[in-house]
């Protein structure tokens, strides 16, 4: 479900959370620092971010603006 301690320090390579916290912002990595400042890391989300899954999909979606939204707009001016 989360990963330990020992599994986000073999993720990151770092053991100070600041450092952690930089490497995992660098990777894409969703995270949340609790209140005692320990890190929330899904287990799954990492899995499907190595395998490639989360990549495929952010980059395969393409956001476009709504172009018959401003024609219908420009030609009630006119």
């Known amino acids: 479900m989360l990963l330990t301690p020992s599994e986000i320090y073999q993720l990151t390579g770092k053991k100070r959370r600041p450092a952690q916290v930089k490497v995992l912002r660098f990777m894409g990595i969703e995270h949340r620092v ?41 030609s009630k001016g006119r």
């Open 34 to 74: 609790r209140p005692d400042a320990s890190l929330i890391i899904s287990r799954d989300h990492v899995r499907k971010l190595l395998d490639g899954d989360s990549v495929n999909m952010r980059f395969s979606k393409r956001i476009e603006p709504n172009w018959s939204a401003m024609d219908a707009k420009t």
